[in-house]
């Protein structure tokens, strides 16, 4: 299977700071990737897929990059909703696929 | 969008078989773009792939749940479902459907339903 490591593992941050998330697969999945945002008690909610296209309704504020091996996720100005734990998802070898362990991200 | 949700007990007793049924709304569980997965989220954890079907029955999962779960499709009432066998505590999660369609495509999840295993 593919392995995906994500960091940092958490992070504190201040409404209006730009937050980047990084995933790392451990081999090359083009730009198969998709990122999630979880609330807490709530399902994962899709943000962004083929790694940069941004999911029909997402603020434009989101914005995924990368290809290969290494993934971005960047929030350009946090907004206090964007407090939560976000994923990403290979979907390079889909039936099979794998989860990054996640980043939370809360209030500094 | 397609719809998804997961039904089933919500209780189920440690060493017992836990079933779930996914209904698919919005699309046709026939289709040959798409195969339909089980995800599951214990407790403050992270989120674990338990398997994946094709609407043909052809199924995948995770090797280290392999022994214990089956999933199967009934295309007359677009659904598919999810057997977990011989359960324990550590079974105790959300367990999620989804329509999985791979490569530069998205994926859409159900809203999940909690599965506690307790006696």
């Known amino acids: 299977d593919i392995q995906l490591t994500q960091s940092p593992s958490s992070l504190s941050a201040s409404v209006g700071d730009r937050v980047t998330i990084t995933c790392r697969a451990s081999?090359?999945?083009?730009?198969?990737l998709i990122w999630y945002q979880q609330k807490v008690g709530k399902a994962p909610k899709l943000l962004i897929f083929?790694?940069?296209t941004l999911h029909s309704g997402v603020p434009s504020r989101f914005s995924g990059s990368g290809s290969g091996t290494e993934f971005n996720l960047t929030i350009s100005t946090l907004e206090a909703e964007d407090f939560a734990t976000y994923y990403c998802?290979?979907?390079?070898?889909?039936?099979?696929?794998?989860f990054g362990p996640g980043t939370k991200v809360d209030i500094k | 969008q397609p719809q998804l949700q997961e039904s089933g007990p919500g209780l189920v007793k440690p060493s017992e078989t836990l079933s779930l049924v996914c209904n698919v709304y919005g699309d046709s569980i026939t289709s040959r773009s798409y195969y339909w997965g089980w995800i599951r989220q214990p407790p403050g954890k992270g989120l674990e792939w338990i398997g994946s079907i094709f609407y043909s029955g052809s199924a995948y999962y995770n090797p280290s749940l392999k022994s214990r779960v089956t999933m199967s499709v009934d295309t007359s009432k677009n659904q598919f479902s999810l057997q977990l066998r011989s359960v324990t505590a550590a079974d105790t999660a959300v367990y999620y459907c989804?329509?999985?369609?791979?490569?530069?495509?998205?994926?859409?999840w159900g809203q999940g339903t909690l599965v506690t295993v307790s006696s």
């Open positions: 998802q290979q979907t390079y070898s889909t039936p099979l696929i794998d």
């Open positions: 083929g790694a940069s």
């Open positions: 081999q090359r999945i083009s730009n198969h």
């Open positions: 989804a329509r999985l369609r791979g490569g530069k495509n998205e994926d859409y």
